[in-house]
């Protein structure tokens, strides 16, 4: 299983961004994806997850600002980010599970300025 995460950057405060995860290893359609992030000296917190029949399910401190969306045909799923804020800069990180096993794409930084 391979999750190549892009899109990261350096983006003022109330900008966006988008990231996307290209998957493969995996049949992409069946399987829940997510989006963690990881705060410098903090725990990975899940930020999102979508499912294979496209319910989501947001951490309550990106509600209303963050929408993550699948695209099965191109084996991607993305995380677009509005309104962001100083208290989201991380490294994110796309997630997904097989055969229980979790693995992780390579992380991408987001940085807001305020």
């Known amino acids: 299983v391979q999750l190549q995460a892009s899109g990261g950057g350096l983006v003022q405060a109330g900008g966006s961004l988008r990231l996307s995860c290209v998957a493969s290893g995996i049949v992409f359609r069946l399987n829940s994806m997510g989006w963690y992030r990881r705060t410098s000296g903090n725990e990975r917190e899940l930020v999102a997850t979508?499912?294979?029949?496209?319910?989501?399910n947001y951490v309550d401190s990106v509600k209303g600002r963050f929408t993550i969306s699948r695209d099965n045909a191109k084996n991607t799923v993305y995380l677009q980010m509005n309104s962001l804020k100083s208290e989201d800069t991380a490294v994110y990180y796309c997630?997904?599970?097989?055969?229980?096993?979790?693995?992780w794409g390579q992380g991408t930084l987001v940085t807001v300025s305020s």
């Open positions: 979508i499912t294979s029949d496209d319910s989501t």
């Open positions: 997630n997904t599970k097989k055969y229980g096993v979790n693995y």
